[in-house]
């Protein structure tokens, strides 16, 4: 099959200004670090969530990566005054597996045999060389000379040498998993914490409801979470303020916790309150998280909205007809695909309203530049839009009253109201001005004042590609017009209907590889508040891989995979979306995106009001980092997809066309700068 057409838009830098030379970031990514002299000799401690003592940052500025660690090391001392205290250490690393009921792996050896798994349910387990302390639960672990059974190797290859311990029959796993875990052996030589995918997915896999349903005279909240100890949700009336309504505590049957509430909480917003341990905290936290299945958000991104996408009065005129009015596609080979930004699309187009500039309104006004461009596009045999992440995302505050902007006197930046491409200022001093794109072309072109002042408030102004998801199925608020309430579902649909009408599909840059947040405390963490240590991959000391960036998830893991198909539904069902662009696919496992495509063909206008079998799915198929030659199961890389019907970008024929990419020589020519024959 041929390949579709990839037209795409003029480089940026992930936040979308030109590359920098890497600042210091405003604010130390290792925050409430003890300043402490390092004694020699050091041991090397890769960070994690947690704040310890006795731990300092060493290069917070780092942006160096590693396939097989996190990425900010901090130095640990390991004096002989601290000795006992380092083996205490030992349980901020999850060094075992917890791979099915019966079976525990360890890369360790026991001299005898045997060692322990201890637990305790108030996160009160404490290490020195006369044992562990403070557990509820103590149980022997006998070595299986077979080693690890084969369905355990394949879910987790890397493992593959690992011994497996037996958990005897009769120990109550469900319970001991809401329970602080190590295993030691009976010296208490070894010891570590343990991760608990593979028993979770034996134990707790689970194919019902999840999120917010809609009934005739109820709403019913469901939330997986089989690690927690209890769970309660905070009911609001306002998106923003106030004490919540009611406070209501939640029912856990098999590791889904429930409750069904009535009619008139559809409106509100939510706020899950869960008690859960917590590895990287060592403790029971108290969790806020929004519902992993959101699909409205407050316009700080704190609460989640009861929206049912199913009512009428979200729907364009014509909404459901739409699935008729979409323009043929009679062959994958025949796509040609245009990149572009919902921002950048409209923020300087003056034929738009300001109101509606960078955002998903532009899209509806058919005489704006933009839009007849599109048209003419459309015209030459223009397929598909792709259109930059759209899902909820961190960097850019929804709420546009609280954007920065380059002021137009020298040394300042000013706050103001934003009609996206002026701003009204008021300054300290009381100087009214306007603000724009004209006050960085005044200064000359050798400057380096243009870099610094769009430096200054690049963390805090309107724009940033979206590669940093925090809620993979919610529409961005800040591209609405109000980011509270319903007009992000609203305003996308029209959206989506506009851009079909003038013959183009609409494809969603999915990024499923990785989350911005993790940990109990940070505001953008949703998933590892919930079920900590689940949703994100970890490598063999129990901390969080970053090779894609930051936080990457693990599809390997049965939950995991199951929300990524069902966020591709809801956008495929909900919002008549044409395709899906996967984003470092090659960090998602194949039998995962084999699933969905075959999820997303099922889909029929007569049932789901989508034809399926039209919808178009491609990523990057790279092969780096832990997943790196089937590292951690066959992956969607390249080279394993061959015959699937996914597409893949190819990097071979792009840098043989355009010449060396960053990660090449930047003197490699390619052959269409003409450079090449010289």
């Excluded at 010891?191 to 997915?201: E, H, M, N, R, S």
């Amino acid at each position: 099959m041929s390949s579709p057409v990839f037209l795409s838009s003029a480089f940026s830098t992930a936040n979308g200004h030109l590359p920098l030379l890497s600042p210091r970031p405003a604010t130390c990514p290792c925050p409430g670090f003890a300043s402490k002299p390092t004694l020699a000799p050091t041991a090397t401690f890769f960070y994690r969530e947690s704040v310890h003592p006795r731990f300092r940052c060493c290069c917070c500025c780092s942006s160096s990566s590693s396939s097989s660690s996190s990425s900010m090391p901090l130095e640990l001392s390991t004096s002989a005054s601290d000795q006992d205290d380092d083996l205490g250490d030992s349980l901020l690393y999850s060094r075992a597996y917890w791979v099915s009921e019966s079976i525990i792996a360890w890369n360790v050896d026991v001299p005898d045999g045997s060692c322990y798994l201890y637990a305790s349910r108030t996160a009160a387990l404490s290490i020195s060389y006369g044992g562990i302390q403070g557990a509820d639960v103590e149980i022997e672990l006998q070595e299986d000379k077979g080693g690890l059974p084969a369905n355990v190797i394949e879910k987790f290859p890397h493992i593959r040498d690992y011994k497996a311990f037996k958990v005897p029959a009769g120990s109550d796993a469900k319970l001991l998993l809401k329970c602080q875990l190590a295993v030691a052996d009976r010296k208490c030589s070894d010891a570590t914490g343990l991760q608990l995918p593979g028993i979770l997915d034996e134990l707790f896999s689970y194919d019902g409801p999840l999120g917010a349903l809609y009934a005739e005279e109820t709403v019913s909240l469901y939330l997986w979470a089989p690690t927690a100890q209890s769970v309660s949700a905070c009911i609001y009336r306002d998106p923003l303020g106030g004490n919540p309504l009611e406070v209501v505590q939640l029912k856990e049957n098999d590791g889904v916790w429930s409750i069904k509430g009535p009619k008139s909480w559809e409106g509100c917003y939510y706020v899950y309150e869960v008690s859960v341990y917590h590895p990287s905290a060592l403790q029971i936290e108290k969790c806020y998280a929004n519902d992993p299945y959101a699909r409205g958000l407050s316009s700080d991104g704190r609460r989640t909205l009861l929206v049912n996408l199913d009512s009428d009065t979200l729907k364009p005129e014509g909404w459901d007809k739409l699935v008729y009015e979409k323009p043929d596609i009679l062959s994958f080979s025949d796509i040609s695909i245009y990149e572009l930004h919902v921002r950048d699309f409209s923020v300087s187009d003056h034929t738009v309203h300001p109101d509606f500039r960078g955002g998903y309104l532009a899209f509806t006004l058919q005489n704006s530049a933009g839009v007849s461009h599109l048209k003419k596009l459309s015209n030459a045999g223009l397929t598909h839009v792709h259109l930059l992440p759209t899902f909820q995302f961190a960097g850019v505050d929804d709420r546009k009253e609280n954007w920065k902007s380059v002021g137009s006197l020298p040394g300042l930046v000013f706050f103001g109201q934003n009609t996206f491409s002026s701003w009204w200022i008021v300054c300290a001093c009381g100087i009214k001005s306007f603000a724009d794109a004209e006050v960085l072309e005044k200064l000359p072109p050798d400057s380096t004042e243009q870099q610094a002042q769009i430096t200054a408030i690049q963390n805090d102004d309107g724009y940033n590609w979206g590669y940093n998801p925090v809620l993979w199925g919610v529409p961005k608020g800040s591209y609405a017009s109000n980011p509270n309430g319903s007009c992000r579902t609203i305003e996308f649909r029209r959206m989506v209907q506009a851009l079909n009408h003038i013959g183009l599909h609409v494809v969603l840059d999915v990024v499923y590889n990785h989350l911005q947040g993790s940990g109990p405390f940070d505001d953008n963490s949703v998933l590892d508040k919930v079920v900590p240590g689940y949703y994100l991959r970890r490598n063999s000391d129990g901390f969080i891989e970053h090779s894609t960036c930051m936080n990457n998830t693990a599809s390997e893991h049965y939950m995991v995979e199951r929300l990524i198909i069902d966020d591709l539904l809801c956008w495929a069902v909900n919002y008549k979306v044409d395709g899906f662009r996967f984003d470092l696919m090659g960090h998602i496992m194949k039998s995962t995106m084999m699933k969905a495509k075959h999820a997303l063909h099922s889909l029929t206008k007569e049932i789901h009001g989508v034809d399926g079998s039209s919808i178009y799915i491609y990523g990057e198929g790279w092969d780096f980092g832990e997943v790196a030659k089937n590292g951690r199961g066959v992956n969607a890389s390249q080279f394993n997809l061959s015959g699937t019907g996914i597409g893949s970008f190819n990097d071979r024929i792009r840098d043989a066309m355009l010449g060396g990419s960053p990660f090449g020589p930047p003197l490699q020519q390619g052959f269409v700068t003409g450079l090449l024959l010289q």
